[in-house]
């Protein structure tokens, strides 16, 4: 069984860089595409991006101006970094795999606030 | 960019049955969409219902069912429960690597 959990500092402030971390264990990173999606209190669930072991990535095309992801294959490990953060990019961030004709794996999601 | 369509809430009695649909502000939804259907409840990580247009994930009750249905995705639980009271949230793969979630339809049990 895949299981996914974030990791990354819970306060930024504004106009710095969001960093988190997804580490992915019971699988290989290899495998699948690994996404991030976000969730603003109160509200809907938002995909991020995805990234594929090659280092092929799909973004939003609403936060593609801000975002990279990476991976490090040596530590089955997957990452966000989000730039000029506001506090609209308040929210908790999930880590998941989402597959077209099989299961999806969703981390347990960190809350990343964005304040001075 | 294309819009993912949910119904903002939605309301059925115990024992009812309630269909939640997904839908596209331009185009019609098929499975060639791959719709999946995702509950969660305040403060937990969401939840697979449905994959792949009508696939229940491992441990779902066979009350939650998928389907296309005209030209939206539909998500039908039949016997409703009172802790089938969640938020619901479709996804659906728009090609080119890009998936796209609906805006989530609150379902109240009542």
């Known amino acids: 069984q895949v299981q996914l959990q974030e990791s990354g500092p819970g306060l930024v402030k504004p106009s710095e860089t969001l960093s988190l971390t997804c580490t992915v264990s019971?699988?290989?990173?290899?495998?699948?595409?690994w996404s991030w999606i976000r969730q603003p209190p109160g509200k809907g669930l938002e995909w991020i991006g995805q990234i594929y072991y090659t280092g092929n990535t799909n973004y939003n095309p609403s936060l593609k101006s801000r975002v990279t992801m990476s991976l490090d294959m040596s530590k089955n490990q997957f990452s966000l970094k989000l730039n000029s953060v506001t506090a609209a990019d308040t929210a908790v961030y999930y880590c998941?795999?989402?597959?077209?004709?099989?299961?999806?794996?969703w981390g347990q999601g960190t809350l990343v606030t964005v304040s001075s | 960019q294309t819009v993912v369509t949910q119904e903002p809430s939605f309301s059925v009695s115990p024992g009812g049955t309630v269909t939640l649909t997904c839908g596209l502000s331009?185009?019609?939804?098929?499975?060639?969409?791959?719709p999946s259907w995702y509950q969660q409840t305040p403060g937990q990580a969401p939840r697979t219902l449905i994959y792949?247009?009508?696939t229940r994930s491992s441990g779902v009750p066979d009350r939650f069912s998928g389907s296309i249905l005209g030209n939206k995705a539909a998500l039908t639980i039949t016997g409703a429960q009172a802790d089938d009271e969640s938020d619901y949230y479709c996804v659906l793969y728009m090609g080119s690597g890009i998936w796209v979630f609906g805006g989530g339809t609150k379902l109240t049990v009542l």
């Open positions: 998941a795999t989402l597959r077209l004709i099989e299961d999806a794996y």
């Open positions: 331009s185009g019609s939804v098929s499975p060639s969409y791959y």
């Open positions: 019971g699988g290989s990173i290899s495998s699948y595409y």
């Open positions: 792949n247009t009508n």
